[in-house]
């Protein structure tokens, strides 16, 4: 009994004792909760060397240097097709002939007109035609003889008029005589000078010209009408059969030199201060998915245009294409290399904050966070390259976990 007696008398003495430890434990435990609570979660990574570069990601579209379109002159038929699309000719390879019968008609029309109004300006020049010329020298041979014959005649009448052999009256009748054989001759002169008037050589001269545009149009329309290759090249586009109608103006063919194209690339309007002449290009086309086109920025665009719903500015570079596998139109996406810069420190962009013009990161020193301002260059969308700031391999603060804001000197824990 006095054992049982004095157990219950330790525990009675202890009890508080025990209950005190107790409490403390709970605390301590809570504590512990409370201050990993209070801690925030937040993703990590650190200030690392790598090779980073500014791009410009935007879409284009392929064209040809030097195109050579082929159009219908006159509407007629296409008589025979030469050559299919994706055919390679060369210079002066004859490529699609047209029924040319109309235009053949019209040249023959054009050139009687031109011979017509030539021989119009022919006699022009000399007077008439070769009848009229020889009836008006005929009458003024014949004109000549008469004033010949009334002035010898007025001479010999007045020599006997001096010695009263031949009367007053006689030798005024030879003088009338002489006045209209002189005016006749002079008449038949101004006729042989004069014969046509100025509207009417203004008029034949009119038609020459006319019937000569006549004539080259329709010899330029016979031209057209046998498409021949200007160069070397491929033929791209051929959008019509053989035997069928073609309206005046509509497109026949399409060749160019396609060992060498041009893309057209559209920035947008915010983008186009950070073009350069001579940025590098890099163009890609999901029909060639493993394949990749260098070029260079031609020039900066000098204006902005409205290409669909966007304001842009257009830039071209040119690309080789020796296995012609580029085509002309094709869509393509084009990455314009504004800047690249090698074996420097960068971090992610998600780590980088700006407040009041000022650049800074969150560094995690002994879970808890450390605003370090920073000095960047370039940046893309994954990256920001770092000048000045942070020390290479510097643990910083990507987004949180949770919805707390970040702010210097904040408790955190890094998770994965």
């Known amino acids: 009994m006095s054992v049982a007696t004095n157990g219950n008398s330790f525990w009675g003495r202890n009890r508080g004792l025990m209950w005190t430890l107790g409490i403390i434990a709970a605390v ?87 011979r017509s109004s030539q021989a119009d300006t022919s006699a022009i020049e000399s007077g008439g035609t070769r009848e009229e010329v020889l009836t008006l020298d005929s009458q003024l041979s014949k004109a000549r003889t008469q004033q010949d014959t009334a002035q010898r005649n007025l001479d010999a009448l007045r020599r006997l008029q001096q010695d009263g052999s031949a009367s007053a009256g006689e030798v005024k009748t030879a003088e009338d005589q002489l006045q209209r054989a002189n005016a006749d001759l002079s008449l038949l002169e101004q006729k042989q000078k004069g014969r046509y008037s100025t509207p009417e050589i203004a008029r034949v001269d009119a038609q020459q010209s ?55 690339a559209f920035v947008d309007e915010p983008e186009v201060g950070r073009l350069a002449a001579g940025d590098p290009i890099e163009v890609t086309w999901d029909a060639e998915r493993d394949r990749t086109w260098n070029g260079k920025v031609s020039a900066v665009p000098a204006v902005i245009k409205l290409h669909g719903t966007r ?12 296995d012609f596998k580029l085509l002309p139109n094709v869509n393509v996406a084009v990455t314009i290399i504004t800047a690249e810069h090698d074996n420097v420190l960068t971090v992610p962009r998600e780590a980088v904050h700006q407040e009041d013009n000022k650049t800074f990161v969150y560094q995690i020193l002994n879970n808890e966070l450390h605003r370090r301002d920073l000095q960047t260059s370039i940046s893309n969308l994954t990256q920001v390259e770092i000048t000045g700031g942070l020390a290479e391999n510097a643990l910083v603060a990507l987004a949180p976990i949770n919805s707390k804001p970040l702010h210097d000197g904040l408790a955190v824990r890094v998770v994965h």
């Open 311 to 322: 304001n842009v500015g257009e830039t071209t570079c040119v690309v080789d294409n020796h």
């Open 210 to 264: 006319q019937a000569k545009a006549a004539y080259d149009a329709a010899e330029d329309a016979l031209r057209q009408l046998n498409i021949r290759a200007p160069s070397d090249g491929v033929v791209y586009s051929l959008p019509v059969l053989q035997g069928a109608y073609v309206n005046p103006g509509d497109l026949i063919l399409q060749e160019a030199d396609l060992s060498k194209v041009r893309v057209r």
């Open 28 to 114: 301590v435990l809570l504590a512990s909760f409370m201050s990993r609570g209070d801690s925030v979660p937040v993703r990590a990574a650190t200030a690392q060397r790598t090779n980073i570069r500014s791009v410009i990601s935007t879409n284009g579209k392929v064209e040809p240097l030097e195109n050579f379109e082929a159009h219908a002159p006159i509407g007629t038929t296409v008589k025979k097709l030469l050559v299919k699309e994706g055919d390679h000719v060369k210079k002066g390879q004859l490529l699609v002939l047209m029924n040319d019968v109309e235009a053949r008609s019209a040249a023959a029309r054009a050139l009687a007109q031109i």
